[in-house]
T-cell receptor, first 111, second 116 residues
Framework: GENVEQHPSTLSVQEGDSAVIKCTYSDSASNYFPWYKQELGKRPQLIIDIRSNVGEKKDQRIAVTLNKTAKHFSLHITETQPEDSAVYFCAASPSASKIIFGSGTRLSIRP | SQTIHQWPATLVQPVGSPLSLECTVE??????LYWYRQAAGRGLQLLFY??????ISSEVPQNLSASRPQDRQFILSSKKLLLSDSGFYLC???????????????FGPGTRLTVL
């Protein structure tokens, strides 16, 4: 069935260092891969996404890469800041109306 | 602009009692609607999604049900709550209009349900 696996479940990095979160998906029909950030007590919000016809996308300190052959995609945050502390979810969309989320990564930035 | 409402914000219910959570969307037509559950410290589990009035797809077997009586209204229900139903319930919508990012989910504020 459709599944998205996300690793690691928790990640702690020194402020200023980079953080990488990785996901794999099972449904080869997936063509849209968003990343959501959920701050404590708040709703998830989209921070960046990538479509299957693109291998990499960057937005300031955040970048996503996609390897469609291997069914892997990753989130890279450079020069991490305290406000980057949150839970991050990857997701894969196998159809226009359906989206499957990963289990989340709790990112902590150490001062 | 589009707005999504959920109520109640918090709910404490005894085991075996019924449940009704409501979600409404404003400012868009014919949205895709979703119900997710987020257990404490866990990820987002898709429970139901709907592409139109009366059209409900269920993702996991459970004692919950969903209904979409109107285009912008999505209801999550249960006849008898279980302890394992406790969690944070999020409603979300996405649009199929070209002006929106494909399947970007816009989440409601959520309902925190505690079953005792």
């Amino acid at each position: 069935g459709e599944n998205v696996e996300q690793h690691p479940s928790t990640l702690s990095v020194q402020e200023g260092d980079s953080a990488v979160i990785k996901c794999t998906y099972s449904d080869s029909a997936s063509n849209y891969f968003p990343w959501y950030k959920q701050e404590l007590g708040k709703r998830p919000q989209l921070i960046i996404d990538i479509r299957s016809n693109v291998g990499e996308k960057k937005d300031q300190r955040i970048a996503v890469t996609l390897n469609k052959t291997a069914k892997h995609f990753s989130l890279h945050i450079t020069e991490t800041q305290p406000e980057d502390s949150a839970v991050y979810f990857c997701a894969a969309s196998p159809s226009a109306s359906k989206i499957i989320f990963g289990s989340g990564t709790r990112l902590s930035i150490r001062p | 602009s589009q707005t999504i409402h959920q109520w109640p914000a918090t709910l404490v219910q005894p085991v075996g009692s019924p449940l009704s959570l409501e979600c409404t969307v404003e400012g868009t037509s014919n949205p895709n609607l979703y119900w997710y559950r987020q257990a404490a410290g866990r990820g987002l589990q898709l429970l139901f999604y709907s592409v139109g009035i009366g059209q409900i797809s269920s993702e996991v077997p459970q004692n919950l049900s969903a209904s979409r009586p109107q285009d912008r209204q999505f209801i999550l229900s249960s006849k008898k709550l279980l302890l394992s139903d406790s969690g944070f319930y999020l409603c979300a919508w996405s649009s199929r209009l070209a002006v929106f990012i494909d399947n970007e989910q816009f989440f409601g504020p959520g309902t925190r349900l505690t079953v005792l």
